[in-house]
């Protein structure tokens, strides 16, 4: 994946995201941390119309599956507003450990990876998004692992909704 193919990607057209933290902290391990994701993309979805067919969320890093007519403002916005809040989070709570390695209040790593996917791959992409905690040895099905929408494809309640893709 290749931040620059951000410029290809055409309106109505799904958008493989991957947002890494910086220095690889595991900000996520703290769920009110996670949290705050799930309210950024929640009012993206509100605010700017913004489809969510897919996410996890791991201890350092999260992909999303997503389209919008200004797919450019959803990113930066929830680059913006997540690392804001983050940072936020960490120091009212604080977490030293966390905020004295992050560099200039930086929550993530330089731009995210953004990759254009054609409707022929979407359901390989999804699949890809879930099945990185088993990958990664944390649980052994897709749907065991909270911060993932493989749970809402399954019909099983999950953090928050998102527009199934149905090919």
Not at 32 to 44: A, G, K, N, T
Request: with cysteine; hydrophobic share 35%; proline share 4%.
């Amino acid at each position: 994946m290749n931040s620059n193919n951000a410029t290809h990607i055409k309106p109505g057209m799904a958008c493989h995201v991957t947002c890494v933290v910086s220095g690889l902290l595991p900000l996520f391990s703290q769920p009110p941390v996670s949290e705050i994701v799930f309210d950024c993309w929640r009012q993206l979805r509100r605010d700017y119309a913004m489809r969510l067919y897919s996410y996890v969320v791991m201890e350092e890093h999260l992909h999303f599956l997503v389209d919008a007519d200004r797919l450019d403002e959803c990113v930066s916005y929830f680059l913006e507003q997540s690392g804001s809040r983050i940072f936020s989070y960490l120091q009212e709570q604080r977490l030293q450990r966390f905020t004295e390695r992050l560099q200039g209040k930086l929550i993530w790593q330089e731009k995210p990876e953004m990759e254009a996917v054609a409707d022929s791959d979407m359901r390989r992409v999804i699949d890809y998004i879930h099945i990185n905690p088993v990958k990664r040895g944390y649980v052994d099905d897709v749907c065991h692992w909270r911060y993932t929408s493989a749970r809402n494809y399954a019909g099983i309640p999950g953090v928050t909704e998102v527009d199934l893709w149905r090919s």
